[in-house]
C-alpha cells in the first residue's frame, strides 16, 4: 500500500535556528498536506500543496512540492518556541479514495 | 472549537470492561475516521465511513467495534481490551471520499489506559 517516508524522526534546534523536514514517497502523489501536532493536542491542517514544483508560504513557514511530486519539505525560517510540535506529511492512499496515510512525523523541539 | 468533539477526552478501563467512545462532528461533512496515535508508533488508520457506510476496516481487532449511526456522529465499542491498545485515539471528519485533496479535521482525542 501507500507509504511515505518522513525525515528526520526527531530535530532539536536553538531559538533563532532553521528547521526542515522532508517527505518521501516511491509513487507519484496527486497531492500533499502538511499537519502540526501541538504537544498534548490533536493535528491541525496546516496546508496542501497539488502542483509540480509548487512553493506555499505561510510567515515562517515555507512548504514545497517537487518537481516529480515525489517528495515535499517543511521549511521553517528562525525558529521560536511556538514553533514545537510534530510535524506530519499525509498523503493519498494508493486507491485514490481521498483516504490520507499520514508519514511519521517530525518532532521539532526548540530550546530558548 | 474543531468541530470535531469527542467525549471523553480521558478513559481508564480494566481488560473485562465494555465502554464506548463518541464522537460527533458539527462541520456537515460525510466522511468519518478513528485513527490511534501510541508512542512509538505513526498515526494509524483504524476505520473509515463515508456517508454512514464503513469503507475501511484496516485489519483492526474485533475488539474495536465501530459504529456511525449517521453522517454526523461516530462511536467506538471497546471490550475485553488489551494493556497494549492503550493510546490516543483520535476521531477525524472530511467532505467525502473520493475528493481530491481531502483535509481531514481532527478531534481533540480520547486519551484511553486500559490497565
Known amino acids: 500500500g501507500q507509504q511515505v517516508m518522513q525525515i528526520p524522526q526527531y530535530q532539536h534546534v536553538q531559538e533563532g535556528e532553521d528547521f526542515t523536514t522532508y517527505c518521501n514517497s516511491s509513487?507519484?502523489?496527486?497531492?500533499i498536506q502538511w499537519y502540526k501536532q501541538r504537544p498534548g493536542g490533536h493535528p491541525v491542517f496546516l496546508i496542501q500543496?497539488?502542483?509540480?514544483?509548487e512553493v506555499k508560504k505561510q510567515k515562517r513557514l515555507t512548504f514545497q512540492f517537487g518537481e516529480a511530486k515525489k517528495n515535499s519539505s517543511l521549511h521553517i525560517t528562525a525558529t521560536q518556541t511556538t514553533d514545537v510540535g510534530t510535524y506530519f506529511c499525509?498523503?493519498?492512499?494508493?486507491?485514490?479514495?481521498?483516504?490520507?496515510?499520514f508519514g511519521q512525523g517530525t518532532t521539532l523541539q526548540v530550546k530558548p | 472549537e474543531t468541530g470535531v468533539t469527542q467525549t471523553p477526552r480521558h478513559l481508564v478501563m480494566g481488560m473485562t470492561n465494555k465502554k464506548s467512545l463518541k464522537c460527533e462532528q458539527h462541520?456537515?461533512?460525510?466522511?468519518m475516521y478513528w485513527y490511534k496515535q501510541s508512542a512509538k508508533k505513526p498515526l494509524e488508520l483504524m476505520f473509515v465511513?463515508?456517508?454512514?457506510?464503513?469503507?475501511e476496516n484496516n485489519s483492526v481487532p474485533s475488539r474495536f467495534s465501530p459504529e456511525c449511526p449517521n453522517s454526523s456522529h461516530l462511536f467506538l465499542h471497546l471490550h475485553t481490551l488489551q494493556p497494549e491498545d492503550s493510546a490516543l485515539y483520535l476521531c477525524?471528519?472530511?467532505?467525502?471520499?473520493?475528493?481530491?485533496?481531502?483535509?481531514?479535521?481532527f478531534g481533540e482525542g480520547s486519551w484511553l489506559t486500559v490497565v
Open positions: 477525524a471528519s472530511s467532505q467525502e471520499l473520493g475528493l481530491a485533496g481531502n483535509t481531514i479535521y
Open positions: 509513487t507519484t502523489l496527486s497531492n
Open positions: 500543496l497539488v502542483k509540480s514544483g
Open positions: 499525509a498523503v493519498g492512499g494508493s486507491s485514490n479514495t481521498g483516504k490520507l496515510i
Open positions: 462541520l456537515g461533512h460525510n466522511a
Open positions: 465511513y463515508n456517508f454512514k457506510e464503513q469503507t
